[in-house]
């Protein structure tokens, strides 16, 4: 079996001492592909240096909506030519975070759409994050339709995955659906086909509940293969075989 983390945010100061060990880890553990994600335009280029010296590694670059204050037109041509490059697989993780709101709502729906425009023109998928701002999102989502998206950490209502689903888009579950009180997603996950999910870490942090507490990594993205698998009444290896074969059309990897 092979698994593929399509969130990971290695280049976070909690993995300056032992990358090289946690990838290796990973691939022990049956993760063979890695996507890391960048949040801002320094973590967008880490990211990718990252990428370039890891065979396995690829890259996604963007400025998350908790750190959109400063984006100005500068920014945006950099993340453009961040995204030309080959192991960039997309732009994210990008959108909405109304729960934080660093920025006002006006300014993070602007870059939000900027960078979205970026993926359409060079045809890159988009890795979307959203919290607290369901309705905002499905209205820009609706709006701009980007040519393929997935929303990451997914942890919205059933409605929000019904309507994101019928447009054509993935939903990517983390540790989360692994904890007690995590029933409503749980049952989202229950209701999604597994020709739509895909699984990522999101690490450092949401370790699954048999780590939680600690540091999370991409290894651990099997025990959530494992939930789906127990939520879906189906085998781990068909989990792993459906949700890989997913993100590697989806990112092209």
Known sequence: MKFIDTHAHLDFPEFKNDLDQVIETAFE???????????????????????????????????????????????????????????????????LDYFHKNAESDVQKKVFIEQMKIANELSKPVVVHTREAGSDMLEVLRKERPKNAVIHCFSETQDFA??????????????????????????????????RIMLETD???????A?????NEPAYVVEI????AEIKEVGLDEVARVTTENAEIFFGV
């Open 225 to 228: 293969a494992k939930k789906i």
């Open 29 to 95: 553990k049956g993760v063979e592909k890695i996507i890391n994600i960048g949040c801002s335009l320094e973590r967008s280029k880490k990211s990718l240096e990252i990428a370039e010296k890891h065979k396995n590694v690829w890259a996604s670059v963007g400025v998350h909506p908790s750190d959109v204050e400063n984006f100005d037109i500068k920014t945006l041509e950099e993340i453009y030519l961040f995204a030309k490059y080959k192991k960039v697989v997309a732009i994210g993780e990008v959108g």
């Open 203 to 209: 690490c450092p942090f949401l370790a699954p509940q």
């Open 162 to 195: 019904d309507e994101v689903l019928a447009m054509g888009y993935f939903l990517s579950f983390t540790g989360i659906i692994t904890y007690p009180k995590a029933e409503e997603i749980r049952q989202v996950v229950a209701n999604t086909p597994l020709e």
């Open 211 to 215: 780590f939680r507490g600690e540091r």
